[in-house]
């Protein structure tokens, strides 16, 4: 299966991103496991944000650092002046998701799931404090590539599953769904602290998940054994890329869903960093 990152190295040729400065003006811990973080910046009245699952590239500082490195002066070049730097130097590169937005208040809501200090990003949500400079490549148009859910007209019903770092995307798509539309929704936590509430108008009815002790997934057994609405259900799933694959063959196989209504994106790997899943994907 291939994974996916919020945006490509050439779509600032395409038009569709570009950078944004900002800074971190406030951090509220969500439950043990996830932090909300609010980034401000001027240019983020700009932001074009399309909702949904709207994700961006995050680049971060490294400890020490006042700000992260990116080479934006290059233009369409940034990519490959970033990659030359040293890894040691350069600002991290990680994929996130729009939380919520308030373009008038040049705001936008980031929502981490803190999975140990391993990863970068995850520490740095961890330890993050008002003021700290991040850069965002994201959307310059609402209608972009980074936005996925895209439910087909012809479904009766959508069935979204994921887990913590599927969360902020789920959130986003609950808040935006019409009144009444009909959405059944699989989230898996580590713990019941983490769970949230997900305000929305759609006929949502959620099942929280939490993992076993040993960390096993449980998402597709509960998917599994559900009972399903009746219909052709639009599906959309993201999280782990195993779990995520089990998720959509027991769509195709089990289920019958037909594949052009199931969009499923691997957002991270167990063992492998964000950088590591690059570096595949550019073999
Ligand atoms: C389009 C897109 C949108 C995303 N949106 C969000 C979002 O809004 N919020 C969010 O929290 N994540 C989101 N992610 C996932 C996030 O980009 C990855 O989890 C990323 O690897 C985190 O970077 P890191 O520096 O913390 O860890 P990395 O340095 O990339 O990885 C270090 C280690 O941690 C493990 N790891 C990475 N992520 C997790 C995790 N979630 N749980 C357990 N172990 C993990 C890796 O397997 C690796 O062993 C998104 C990913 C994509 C592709």
């Known amino acids: 299966m291939t994974t996916v990152t919020a945006t490509a190295p050439a779509a600032l040729i395409a038009g569709q991103f570009r950078f944004f400065r900002a800074e971190v003006a406030r951090v509220r811990p969500l439950g043990p496991g996830m932090v909300r973080i609010t980034l401000y910046g001027a240019d983020l009245r700009d932001f074009a944000g399309g909702g949904r699952d709207q994700s961006f590239s995050l680049f971060l500082p490294h400890p020490g650092q006042e700000e ?60 993050a404090r008002g003021g700290e400079r991040v850069v965002l490549l994201g959307p310059a148009v609402a209608d972009n590539r980074s936005v996925g859910f895209r439910p087909a007209p012809s479904a009766d019903w959508t069935l979204l599953a994921g887990d913590e770092s599927a969360l ?17 929704a699989w989230i898996e936590v580590s713990r019941l602290a983490d769970m949230q509430a997900l305000p929305t108008c759609a006929d949502a009815e959620v099942t929280w998940l939490f993992r076993d002790a040993g960390g096993t997934s449980r998402l597709a057994g509960a998917l599994r054994t559900a009972r399903w609405p009746a219909g052709t259900p639009y599906a959309w799933l993201a999280g782990e890329c195993g779990v995520v694959r089990d998720l959509r063959r027991h769509l195709v196989n089990d289920r019958g869903v037909p594949r052009r209504s199931i969009t499923f994106s691997g957002y991270w790997r167990r063992g492998a960093s964000e950088e590591d899943l690059r570096a595949e994907a550019a073999d």
């Open 68 to 127: 992260p490195l990116v080479p934006i002066e290059a233009g369409a070049g940034w990519f490959a002046g970033w990659r030359a730097l040293d890894p040691q130097v350069r600002a991290v590169m990680r994929s996130y998701t729009v939380r919520a937005q308030r373009p008038e208040a040049g705001e936008v809501d980031v929502d981490f799931a803190l999975h140990g200090l391993t990863g970068p990003a995850s520490r740095w949500a961890g330890r």
């Open 168 to 184: 902020p995307a789920i959130g986003a798509i609950l808040a935006g769904l019409p009144a009444g539309a009909p959405v059944r």
